[in-house]
């Protein structure tokens, strides 16, 4: 792995850990084994290099995310799939953690993958209640969008929930509780 691959990587790992006011370039570097003269010969900057790394971090997530609503079968059980899907509960969402920092929050172009990727989620589980209402999986009556946009805001909740609690399993209720509610438009 290179210089700016493991700045980007350790960047992630320290903005998962400590976020983006709690992470400082030394911090980066000392993490990634870099001098302060590789970081600024790769990024211009922390920002820059925050960018990069929170990028990274939403392509994953999403990528995970997809890989889950690909899967064969009902559009519920996909869903579902990607709701219960294995996690470090208790470290909190990569992405959902920076909504809540002040500096990330602050920043239209720190904010932008964050917005991209829960867009993302929305969009892709209002598609796949779409198609299940299609197949005659979910009642006429559902509203695609607004079942979506409650499902992500259930799992980052739950993050909430369960790091407050200090228990996977309050993170597990919550989703399953979602599910439980979406179970509840199945024809």
Do not use: N
Not at 18 to 43: D, E, L, N
Request: proline share 4%; charged share 25%.
């Amino acid at each position: 792995m290179g210089t700016a691959e493991r700045l980007i990587a350790s960047t992630q790992q320290l903005l998962w850990e400590r976020g983006y006011v709690g992470t400082s370039p030394k911090m980066i570097q000392q993490h990634a084994g870099a001098g302060q003269g590789s970081m600024y010969h790769h990024f211009a900057g922390k920002p820059d290099l925050a960018l990069q790394a929170i990028r990274r971090s939403a392509e994953e997530l999403r990528s995970q995310a997809e890989e889950k609503f690909r899967e064969p079968g009902p559009a519920y059980a996909r869903i579902a799939a990607y709701m219960l899907r294995e996690r470090e509960v208790l470290r909190g969402c990569r992405v959902g953690r920076l909504a809540h920092d002040p500096e990330v929050v602050a920043s239209p172009i720190l904010r932008e993958p964050l917005a991209e990727t829960f867009a993302y989620l929305r969009r892709r589980i209002e598609e796949l209640l779409v198609e299940g209402r299609e197949r005659g999986e979910f009642a006429e009556g559902m509203v695609a969008a607004e079942v979506a946009a409650a499902l992500v805001a259930v799992v980052q909740g739950a993050y909430v929930l369960a790091q407050s609690a200090g228990s996977v399993e309050v993170f597990e209720q919550a989703v399953r509780g979602g599910l439980h509610l979406l179970a509840a438009y199945t024809a």
